[in-house]
């Protein structure tokens, strides 16, 4: 639910803030006092389009800031936010901040963190249902209504198998459409395919083997450069008169004299007996390394030949010999496919017939279901709009099955809800044929229309936050008081916010504010108060024409109903007939 409204410079709002609570909540005041202020804040937060318009006279922005408190509520919400790249909710509250500006920079945030208006659009759509002359009004939309048909008739597990065998159609449609191609394409592509395969295997490929060639492959083609160097280090070591060894020979006669001369010196001997040694091992070393080196044309040619192929195979089918195995594996794989494409096209049609059996099984028993609930909900969906002031109206749920068609063509898989297309048609007066709700004209009719179907299906509704606009047009008398206990009945099972200018409507909300305009230092400003006790019994008196201990009298007596009021009929006619649609069904 909606627990804090923040609008600060949008409109004649300067800056409040308004803490709402869960149930029923009315908000009136005069005409013009600002009440759509509230509705257009609420948009703005949801992520709705707006201009510098909006702005307040000489601010340089303004802000909304909302928050939902949604624990309880059953919508996936956090893993939305996280596949957006957002936090998820902490203590179950969502953060909602727009801000405008007057240079025209929009600013949106979820939870601190910055986000687009089209993921502030999927949230509204989500958590709040603005009825009136808004946008939000979900119901219109023919895939919502079949939503809440098959939500009123528990019909949900049903339509989750039909939707997964759609879904396993649409894969079999797909691999069989790689499956099936003309012969000439196919046999093309088995012999490249093939060639691919010959090619890549002919080699005998390792991922490390390219390393290791390009290593010898310096090696043997510096061989006599390697030979020459190694036959010359050898020189000097040990081979020429002036070599290293034989120098290290005259410094050993020159330490032994001088040991004989001061015994001191001994250590300096030892020194040069471990260096000579370590020519001498060095020279060995040097030998066995000089005498692997050939010079070997037949070897280096080998070893370029086996680059260029390994060059070649890597331009063709990857940047390294990893990536040109893997390729050939994958081809291999897919011409094994192809090779055995008959008895796999046999398989997959199979498999299409099993699932298509089973779609028009679940289908049918979809249809069946929905057509044994749709009597039940539109008479409790016509009660209700009796109860609002459409005593001579009609209401009907029209519903259209479209044939099963047999195959596994993805292009003519039937829609994941089933083969029924439904629409709720409504005519307000008699002698009128029904029309979508979405023709309907008059935004009073559309509103106690929605109302009505509010109320019948207030517990398989989703959505937090409902919000009623202009429900009392063209109304009165005990239908007021009737829109009045509705609202209070809705808010049993949803956060229900409604802008009246009825007091019958008023009185039975649980949380009442009214909406004024004030005047200061020359400036028109909009405040929202909450009303209790004596101020709330002086606004509804307003409403009832004003001052007087009449209207006073009135206004209790409306408060005073409103409490003692008990739970709807309908409430009780709607639960019986619930069970009997689940005992028709079986359950």
């Known amino acids: 639910m909606l627990t804090n409204l923040r609008i600060k410079n949008?409109?004649?709002?300067?800056?409040?803030?308004?803490?709402?609570?869960?149930?029923?909540?009315?908000?009136?005041?005069?005409?013009?006092?600002?009440?759509?202020?509230?509705?257009?804040?609420?948009?703005?937060?949801?992520?709705?389009?707006?201009?510098r318009g909006l702005i307040r006279s000489g601010a340089e922005a303004c802000t909304v800031e909302a928050t939902f408190d949604l624990r309880g509520v059953d919508l996936p919400i956090d893993s939305f936010l996280i596949e957006n790249g957002l936090e998820a909710c902490e203590d179950g509250l969502l953060i909602l901040k727009r801000t405008l500006t007057a240079a025209g920079t929009n600013r949106q945030f979820i939870n601190g963190s910055p986000t687009t208006l089209s993921v502030l659009a999927t949230l509204g759509n989500w958590l709040v249902?603005?009825?009136?002359?808004?946008?939000?009004?979900?119901?219109?939309?023919?895939?919502?209504?079949?939503?809440?048909?098959?939500?009123?008739?528990?019909?949900?597990s049903l339509r989750h198998s039909f939707a997964e065998a759609v879904q396993r159609l649409a894969a079999l449609a797909t691999a069989r459409a790689e499956l099936i191609v003309d012969d000439i394409t196919h046999a093309?592509?088995?012999?490249?395919?093939?060639?691919?395969?010959?090619?890549?295997?002919?080699?005998?490929?390792?991922?490390?083997?390219?390393?290791?060639?390009?290593?010898?492959?310096?090696?043997?083609?510096?061989?006599?450069?390697?030979?020459?160097?190694g036959q010359a280090a050898l020189r000097r070591l040990s081979e020429d008169d002036d070599s290293l060894l034989n120098a290290m020979g005259g410094v050993g006669r020159a330490f032994l004299e001088l040991k004989r001369v001061d015994p001191a010196a001994e250590p300096l001997g030892v020194l040069h007996e471990q260096a000579t040694a370590l020519l001498q091992e060095l020279r060995t070393d040097l030998d066995h390394y000089v005498e692997r080196i050939s010079v070997d044309p037949d070897r280096l040619q080998q070893l370029e030949e086996r680059l260029n192929l390994v060059q070649s195979l890597k331009r063709k089918y990857g940047h390294?010999?990893?990536?040109?195995?893997?390729?050939?594996?994958?081809?291999?794989?897919?011409?094994?496919?192809l090779e055995d494409r008959a008895s796999h096209l046999s398989r997959i049609d199979e498999q299409c017939r099993e699932v298509n059996d089973q779609l028009r099984r679940l289908g049918g028993e979809l249809t069946r279901a929905r057509r044994r609930v749709i009597p039940v909900l539109q008479r409790l969906i016509a009660a209700e709009l009796a109860q609002l002031g459409f005593r001579q109206s009609h209401f009907e749920i029209a519903l259209v099955s479209a044939e099963p068609t047999a195959g596994g063509d993805a292009a003519t898989a039937p829609p994941a809800t089933g083969f029924d297309q439904v629409e709720f048609l409504f005519?307000?007066?008699?002698?009128?044929?029904?029309?979508?709700?979405?023709?309907?004209?008059?935004?009073?009719?559309?509103?106690?229309?929605?109302?009505?179907?509010?109320?019948?299906?207030?517990?398989?509704?989703?959505?937090?936050?409902?919000?009623?606009?202009?429900v009392d047009a063209n109304i009165g008398g005990d239908t007021a008081q009737t829109v009045g206990r509705k609202m209070r009945e809705i808010g049993r099972h949803r956060q229900v916010l409604c802008i009246t200018h009825l007091a019958p409507v008023a009185a039975c909300a649980s949380q009442h504010f009214a909406v004024s305009k004030t005047v200061q230092l020359e400036r028109t400003s909009t405040r929202i108060d909450?009303?209790?006790?004596?101020?709330?019994?002086?606004?509804?008196?307003?409403?009832?024409g004003g001052p007087g201990e009449a209207a006073g009298q009135h206004a209790r007596a409306l408060l005073a109903a409103a409490e003692d009021a008990a739970a709807p009929r309908n409430t009780r006619a709607s639960t019986a007939a619930l069970k009997s649609t689940k005992t028709s069904r079986g359950e």
Do not use: C
């Open 10 to 51: 949008l409109a004649l709002v300067v800056d409040l803030t308004l803490e709402l609570q869960s149930g029923y909540t009315a908000v009136t005041g005069e005409t013009g006092a600002g009440k759509s202020i509230l509705i257009g804040a609420i948009n703005l937060a949801l992520g709705e389009r707006a201009d």
């Open 129 to 156: 249902d603005i009825h009136g002359p808004y946008d939000h009004q979900s119901l219109f939309r023919p895939a919502e209504q079949l939503n809440l048909l098959d939500g009123f008739g528990k019909l949900e």
């Open 188 to 229: 093309r592509r088995v012999e490249l395919l093939r060639h691919q395969v010959r090619e890549i295997d002919a080699a005998r490929l390792r991922a490390e083997e390219e390393e290791e060639l390009q290593l010898e492959y310096r090696r043997v083609s510096n061989a006599a450069r390697i030979l020459e160097l």
């Open 320 to 337: 390294t010999l990893a990536e040109v195995i893997a390729f050939g594996q994958a081809a291999a794989r897919e011409l094994q496919s």
């Open 427 to 470: 005519a307000p007066n008699p002698g009128e044929p029904p029309r979508p709700l979405r023709a309907i004209a008059s935004s009073g009719e559309m509103a106690r229309v929605m109302l009505a179907l509010k109320t019948v299906l207030a517990v398989q509704d989703s959505v937090p936050l409902l919000i009623f606009d202009e």
């Open 530 to 544: 909450r009303l209790e006790g004596a101020t709330r019994i002086d606004e509804l008196a307003r409403m009832l």
